[in-house]
C-alpha cells in the first residue's frame, strides 16, 4: 500500500471541550501535510451508514484519549477489521496487542503513525488480527452471553441475602 492508495476516512464529530478554531487547525494540518487529499472528514455518521465504513476499511484507527467499553471498537472487531487503539480505558479489555489489534500509548502520534503504516505494509496479518477480533466478539462479547453472565451474577449475589416474606 502506498499513500497514493490510502484514503483516511474520519468518522464523527468532536464532542469534547473545544474552542471553534479545533476544526481549523485539524483541516489545516490536513491541508499542509504531504497527503491532505487522503483525508475524508465525514462528520456525524448515521447508524445505518456504519457497517459500509467497516466493510470498506482496511483496519479501525480508535485514537482516543479517554474511552469507556467501546462500542466502536466491537464493531469494528465483529466487522473483521484490526483495531489500531490507544491503551486507554476500556480499549485493552477489548483489543489484545499483537492479537486482534495492535495498542499505542495515548497522545503518540509517532507510534499510532507506526501502527497505521504496519497494518497496512502487513495485509495477511490485518486479516489473521480482524479475523481473531471476530472470534473474540462471537466467543466472548456476545449481547445475549453477555446478559446471561450479568443475570447469573445478579442471582450469584442475591443468594448471599436473606429473601423478604
Known amino acids: 500500500y502506498g499513500q497514493q492508495n490510502c484514503v483516511f476516512a474520519v468518522a464523527g464529530n468532536y464532542t469534547g471541550p473545544r474552542n471553534d478554531s479545533d476544526e481549523d487547525v485539524v483541516s489545516a494540518l490536513i491541508a499542509n501535510s504531504s497527503f491532505g487529499g ?13 457497517p459500509g465504513l467497516y466493510a470498506a476499511s482496511h ?18 472487531m465483529a466487522s473483521g477489521k484490526a483495531v ?40 495477511d496479518l490485518c486479516a489473521r488480527q480482524g479475523a481473531a477480533g471476530r472470534r473474540r466478539v462471537e466467543e466472548d462479547l456476545d449481547w445475549s452471553k453477555i446478559a446471561r453472565q450479568t443475570l447469573d451474577i445478579y442471582r450469584r449475589a442475591g443468594a448471599d441475602f436473606p429473601q423478604r416474606p
Do not use: Q, W, Y
Open 59 to 76: 483496519h479501525v484507527v480508535m485514537p482516543s484519549l479517554l474511552e469507556a467499553t467501546s462500542l466502536s471498537a466491537m464493531e469494528a
Open 38 to 50: 487522503c483525508f475524508r472528514l465525514l462528520g456525524r455518521v448515521e447508524n445505518s451508514e456504519i
Open 84 to 123: 489500531l487503539s490507544t491503551n486507554v480505558g476500556g480499549l485493552p479489555f477489548l483489543v489484545r496487542d499483537g492479537e486482534n489489534g495492535i495498542l499505542v500509548p495515548p497522545a503518540d502520534s509517532h507510534a499510532l503513525a507506526e501502527g497505521m503504516k504496519h497494518l497496512l505494509a502487513n495485509p
